[in-house]
């Protein structure tokens, strides 16, 4: 069986985010594909983070209760049955690289699960985390960078 897959229209693993789906530009997530999903998988969840962060990691993204048939996520969207949790930005939905200084990596993480987590809209990438133990059947990780001008 082939491996959990996810990519990105707009930059390669490990390259560089174009300034459109930063704070840089129109701010909006990239164009996502998702292939290969685990026959038995009941939900997919994304998190996006900022492990360079001068305080830590930063949470761009958390989405969950993305059908296991999502094969596409469109840049400035997300599935209409997913649920966003809130970010470091404090908001619901995506916050897009906005680095004080330096190139700092995002780590897209795609997890296909096989239940749906039972948790409100705005909740944290903890509170997913913590729900998604046991949980995960298989996980896919896209990486990229940006540096502002």
Same mark, same amino acid.
């Given at each position: 069986?082939?491996?959990?897959?996810?990519? %990105?229209?707009?930059?390669?693993?490990?390259?560089?985010? $174009?300034?459109?789906?930063?704070?840089?530009?129109?701010?909006?997530?990239?164009?996502?594909?998702?292939?290969? !999903? $685990?026959?038995? %998988?009941?939900?997919?969840?994304?998190?996006?983070?900022?492990?360079? /962060?001068?305080?830590?990691?930063? !949470?761009?993204?958390? !989405?969950?209760?993305?059908?296991?048939?999502?094969?596409?996520?469109?840049?400035? =969207? /997300?599935?209409?049955?997913?649920?966003?949790?809130?970010?470091?930005?404090?908001?619901?939905?995506?916050?897009?690289?906005?680095?004080? =200084?330096?190139?700092?990596?995002?780590?897209?993480?795609?997890?296909?699960?096989?239940? %749906?987590?039972?948790?409100?809209?705005? /909740?944290?990438?903890?509170?997913?985390?913590?729900?998604?133990?046991?949980?995960?059947?298989?996980?896919?990780?896209?990486?990229? +960078? +940006?540096?502002?001008?």
């Amino acid at each position: 069986m082939d491996k959990l897959h996810f990519t %990105s229209q707009a930059f390669p693993n490990n390259g560089m985010i $174009p300034p459109e789906y930063t704070c840089d530009g129109a701010n909006v997530n990239p164009p996502l594909t998702i292939r290969n !999903v $685990p026959p038995k %998988s009941g939900s997919l969840a994304l998190i996006a983070d900022d492990p360079d /962060a001068p305080r830590g990691t930063w !949470v761009h993204w958390v !989405v969950w209760n993305m059908g296991p048939d999502t094969t596409e996520i469109p840049a400035n =969207s /997300a599935p209409g049955e997913a649920l966003h949790g809130t970010n470091d930005f404090g908001k619901q939905g995506y916050g897009g690289p906005c680095p004080p =200084s330096g190139t700092h990596r995002y780590f897209f993480k795609l997890y296909a699960l096989d239940t %749906s987590p039972a948790l409100k809209p705005g /909740a944290t990438k903890a509170q997913l985390e913590e729900a998604m133990k046991g949980h995960i059947i298989e996980k896919a990780e896209l990486i990229g +960078y +940006y540096r502002r001008k």
